[in-house]
């Protein structure tokens, strides 16, 4: 099986900064996309950013100009770089590999979600 762990979290004030960090362990071959998701209470889980193998981005809206993810795929990890935070940005994250492939499962693609890390900001 291959799980993702998520550090990094906590409470910052506003125009502070945090760096996240998703680790995913298993019996993993490759990793096409991975990803940050964020979910505020009472909203939608949401998109914050998405990074594939090749090294391609995409970002919310919303966090464009601020937030940064990159990735080792040797390590397997991925990061989330936030600064100029606003109390908007607070949230569970949730880091997700799409299209992950693992040795003795088979041709087929996986998803998989870690159990998410908590950042607060501060007004």
């Known amino acids: 099986q291959v799980q993702l762990v998520e550090s990094g979290g906590g409470l910052v004030q506003a125009g502070g900064s945090l760096r996240l960090s998703c680790a995913a362990s298993?019996?993993?071959?490759?990793?096409?996309?991975m990803g940050w998701h964020r979910q505020a209470p009472g909203k939608q889980r949401e998109l914050v950013a998405r990074?594939?193998?090749?090294?391609?981005?995409n970002y919310a809206d919303s966090v464009k100009g601020r937030f940064t993810i990159s990735r080792d795929n040797a390590k397997n990890t991925v990061y989330l770089q936030m600064n100029s935070l606003k109390p908007e940005d607070t949230a569970v994250y949730y880091c997700n590999s799409e299209r992950t492939i693992v040795q003795g499962m088979g041709p087929r693609f996986y998803d998989y979600w870690g159990q998410g890390t908590q950042v607060t900001v501060s007004s």
């Open positions: 990074i594939s193998s090749g090294g391609s981005t």
């Open positions: 298993g019996n993993i071959v490759s990793i096409g996309f």
